[in-house]
């Protein structure tokens, strides 16, 4: 029986540790009423990964909530940069064990389904990931029934029996749109292409590059998707018959990933499609389930690279700007896949002209990958492999796809530091 969001969130208490659905599955009606409970609540402690859409409880003016993210996306940023709220490193694959070992106990998950079939089960929809163990190790479930929420394939199938409080509410749920490709991200993407082979099986995340990496991948053949996450950049490919996931070893012919975030395009492409297999990150993310496909290649970003190879993506300094997030599981996991292409890929110059290629990582910079584990390198003016090269000779190669302006200054460095 369904009840309105204002006597399901009456059961939350204060002290109680709560869970948020990931992404745009983040339930905005169930969120906005918790956050009107802000003065009858303290103490409160909110777990989430990613989320879209609102968080007013992060606001720093709100006393009643406590944020402990496991990734930082932009809603929330300010809020953890300025202390209001913590960040917890580590491995998406392994967030699911914190759960179901309640190192991180869950009292109450705030989640979104799609409505129920004829049996009774609801789907998670676009966000699995680590959603589903939060779930299942709750001690309460109060799900935001949405005819918005695709029903996907896979592992997120939940029974309305195992949910404690329906609110039935539609909303239309949040959308990341393709953004313009520039002519810098566009080389990036081309510089990639030329990496990947015929028959490779695929991760990227979301944004510009990984698009532009899709943009430029027409002319292959027989590619696979197994991927934490992925976007609209795939819809071309699928639709060509670029992407059939035919030489894939694990769920051959089938997309598999653990979340998705886009536009209505892709959220209607995943809706009861039998071809995308919607999975938990515990799963999506081992390291052991990666490297059995062929030729995985992974393509992640960084915020800044040093000149032997260590690879900083959460944070600028000590201000933590995102989170570790699955890098290290499919960097991982390529490298030791057959044929497999571990890729790091960054623009060579911040905003303001910077070198993203540096002599030494700023002050509190956190390593996410770090030497040992780095191997293709990719910027706008070309890739380089550093897998088995020495620290002068990564230098050397990483200095080579530095911007032209910063080629003096880096050369110069690494004189200092290595020799």
Do not use: W
């Not at 698009?211 to 976007?231: D, K, Q, Y």
Request: charged share 20%; hydrophobic share 40%; net charge negative.
């Amino acid at each position: 029986m369904s009840i309105s969001a204002e006597h399901a969130v009456a059961h939350v208490q204060s002290g109680d540790h709560i869970f948020i659905h990931s992404a745009a599955a983040a339930p905005q009606h169930l969120i906005q009423k918790l956050f009107e409970r802000k003065d009858e609540l303290q103490d409160v402690t909110i777990y989430q990964i990613h989320t879209e859409g609102s968080a007013p409880y992060a606001d720093e003016a709100v006393k009643a909530f406590n944020v402990k993210c496991l990734f930082v996306g932009p809603n929330i940023r300010k809020s953890i940069q300025h202390g209001h709220g913590s960040y917890i490193p580590v491995f998406l694959s392994e967030i699911p064990r914190l759960f179901s070992s309640r190192t991180l106990p869950i009292d109450v998950a705030l989640i979104s389904v799609s409505p129920p079939d004829e049996h009774g089960f609801c789907s998670l929809g676009p966000s699995v990931d680590v959603s589903l163990a939060a779930v299942q190790a709750a001690n309460m479930v109060i799900a935001q029934v949405n005819k918005y929420i695709p029903r996907t394939h896979g592992d997120g199938l939940i029974h309305i029996g195992n949910i404690d409080h329906l609110v039935k509410y539609n909303e239309p749920i949040p959308e990341v749109p393709i953004g313009e490709l520039s002519d810098t991200e566009m080389a990036i993407g081309k510089n990639i292409a030329e990496l990947v082979e015929d028959g490779a099986t695929l991760q990227m995340g979301i944004g510009n590059i990984p698009n532009a990496v899709l943009a430029s991948l027409e002319n292959h053949r027989e590619l696979g998707i197994h991927t934490e996450m992925f976007s609209d950049g795939i819809l071309p490919l699928v639709e060509k018959g670029v992407i059939t996931g035919s030489q894939k070893r694990k769920h051959r012919g089938k997309i598999v990933s653990s979340f998705v975030m886009g536009s209505r395009a892709i959220y209607d492409f995943i809706d009861d499609n039998p071809l995308v297999n919607m999975l938990s990150s515990a799963y999506v993310n081992n390291t052991r389930i990666i490297s059995q496909n062929p030729k995985v290649t992974a393509i992640n970003s960084a915020i800044e690279v040093d000149l032997t190879g260590q690879v900083c993506a959460d944070s600028i300094g000590h201000r933590i700007y995102s989170g570790v997030g699955g890098q290290m599981d499919f960097i991982r996991g390529a490298s030791l896949s057959e044929g497999g292409k571990p890729i790091i890929a960054l623009p060579a110059t911040t905003k303001n002209g910077d070198s993203k290629i540096v002599a030494t990582l700023k002050p509190g910079a956190g390593v996410v990958t770090t030497r040992a584990h780095v191997h293709y390198v990719v910027t706008e003016f070309g890739a380089v492999n550093l897998y088995g090269k020495t620290l002068a000779e990564r230098a050397q190669l990483l200095t080579s796809i530095a911007h032209p302006d910063h080629r003096e200054n880096l050369e110069r460095a690494s004189y200092g530091l290595l020799y």
